[in-house]
């Protein structure tokens, strides 16, 4: 297992947005997980990811605990030290691609290889050359974030994200800040990525696309994962009468 | 009187003013990125302290401010410190330029976007290199107009120096146009300040063009 949360508790003070959730990723599986909005999708990314910290429960990453539950029933985290070790394991692309305006598309991916990971400026370019000619968008290199459409600059956020060389990349709804004519290359390299076996986890609204990439389909509502299993079990024989309700809307 | 001697008097006073006006710079532009980072502080005494620090500045006028940098050692503390006029002068003005420069920089970075952050703290940078590497050279090229603004004030406020008898540009103006009878000196002020500040627009117009480069 890359990751494993056990039993996550999270609330935002009366607001109970995960409810017990217990969730594995394993090494090569690409997850995805639908559900409403306010279901707990975001919330579960980024507590993965250590953005949000956890009320309750335990994470794993590679096996090794990053975050359990004492015996006060306080959720504890390793010394921050520690953390950034956790931290490497993982990726995240927002939704908002979050890039750094101020740095040329080259120095947005090696940057933080460089003065993260004391990686060498010839490696760390070597790296994001690479990364950026697998995404179609080499030519794009000395640009700066402002002068690409948005799929090219998620298409950048998601090389920024691979260029730390993470064992997993989580992805927060990468499609829903673009324009509808722009979702097809972003979808295209996250297939592309899955079919190298990269481990993802893809928080999504893109039905079809969730059903082709995914070895896994996780529908969460209401802070709980209420349905999860094979995507053409979940999307063609759907168990839960929830899961049959939120289907439905997508079918017109 | 020639116009060439009232102008190599006043030259002194245009150094004189030169001088408040740098070291203030030097001074305040440091010195409001700590407050503005110490009024983000974690501890709420250090909150109410700033607090209070930038209300007092902001809302009493410099030259009573200077006045009491002055006399206050002595007249509050019994204090007799020699030399004290030209580093009270310095003191008033960095105080009081600092609580100005801070509020620019706060509102600086409270502009940034919280995804910067996040995106910063999830490829595993420091808080002081998100600070440094991401915030910082943002917040620099937002704020620059404001600081701009704040830069030409000090320019015209450095002839407040004169409350502690500081023979600054204006002052000496006063002096020679009083005993000369002459408007002259006033004039020779006014280009000297307008020239200053024409100078400071087109070093700051050229930072801000430097940072043209991205959006």
Known sequence: MIIEMNNIEKHFGDLEVLKDISFGVDSGEVVSIIGPSGSGKSTLLRCATFLETIDGGEILYMGKRAAHTDAGGHAVYVHQNELRRFRSYCGLVFQQFNLFPHYSVLKNLTDAPMHVQGRSKEEAEETAMELLGKMGIADRANAYPYQLSGGQQQRVAIARALAMKPEILFFDEPTSALDPELTGEVLKVIRQLADEHMTMVVVTHEMPFAKAVSNRVLFMDGGVIVEQGDPNEVFENPKEERTKQFLRVFER | ?215
Do not use: C, H
Request: proline residues 4%; hydrophobic residues 50%.
């Open chain 2, 1 to 215: 009187m020639t116009l060439s001697t009232m102008f190599t008097t006043m030259s002194v006073g245009m150094l004189r003013s030169f001088a408040v006006f740098m070291l203030t710079l030097l001074g305040s532009l440091p010195l409001g990125m700590v407050v503005a980072l110490l009024k983000k502080s974690r501890f709420k005494v250090v909150r109410a302290l700033i607090n209070a620090y930038i209300s007092v500045i902001r809302g009493t006028p410099l030259m009573l401010q200077l006045l009491v940098w002055y006399f206050g050692p002595f007249y509050l503390f019994g204090l007799n410190i020699g030399n004290w006029r030209f580093p009270a002068l310095i003191l008033g003005f960095v105080v009081n330029y600092a609580a100005y420069f801070a509020e620019i920089y706060r509102g600086g970075i409270e502009s940034i976007p919280v995804g910067q952050y996040e995106a910063a703290e999830v490829l595993g940078y420091t808080r002081t290199q998100t600070f440094m590497r991401i915030i910082l050279p943002q917040v620099v090229k937002r704020i620059m107009p404001s600081v701009t603004n704040e830069v030409i004030t000090l320019v015209k406020d450095t002839s407040l120096a004169f409350t502690l008898a500081y023979q600054e540009v204006f002052s000496l103006a006063k002096q020679i146009s009083a005993s000369q009878t002459s408007f002259m000196p006033f004039l020779i002020a006014g280009v000297f300040y307008f020239v200053a500040n024409y100078v400071v627009e087109f070093v700051m117009g050229r930072i801000e063009k430097a940072l043209d480069y991205y959006k």
